[in-house]
């Protein structure tokens, strides 16, 4: 089914609302249960990025705010995404940043 789901997601990606916007974590408010990934129509690992703070800098990220919307903690959001950002374990554990 999840395959079925990456396949439709691709050939056909939902319009989104969130177009230059990226998904953010404030990881300390994470508990690590994996919902996120497994709402994740591209099988993104989302709780890589967001027990850490990071920006979800994969590229297959099409953007649909499912891993948002499913988490019970409310440790991911969307930002505005700037021009060649990259994204690197922030100094603190409450807010990702963004580093240019
Ligand atoms: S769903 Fe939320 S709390 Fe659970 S692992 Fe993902 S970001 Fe963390
Ligand atoms: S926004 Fe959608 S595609 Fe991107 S990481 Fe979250 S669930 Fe996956």
Excluded: H, W
């Amino acid at each position: 089914m999840n395959i079925l789901r990456r396949l439709l997601s691709i050939l056909a990606p939902p319009e989104t609302p969130y177009a230059g916007m990226i998904v953010a974590a404030e990881a300390i408010r994470c508990v690590q249960c994996g919902i996120c990934g497994y709402s994740c129509p591209m099988n993104i690992d989302v709780r890589f990025y967001a027990r850490q703070g990071l920006l979800v800098t994969d590229t297959r990220c099409i953007l649909c705010g499912n891993c948002v919307e499913k988490c019970p903690r409310g440790t991911l959001f969307f930002i505005p995404r700037p021009e060649g950002a990259a994204a690197r374990p922030m100094p603190s554990p409450d807010r990702a940043v963004l580093y240019l």
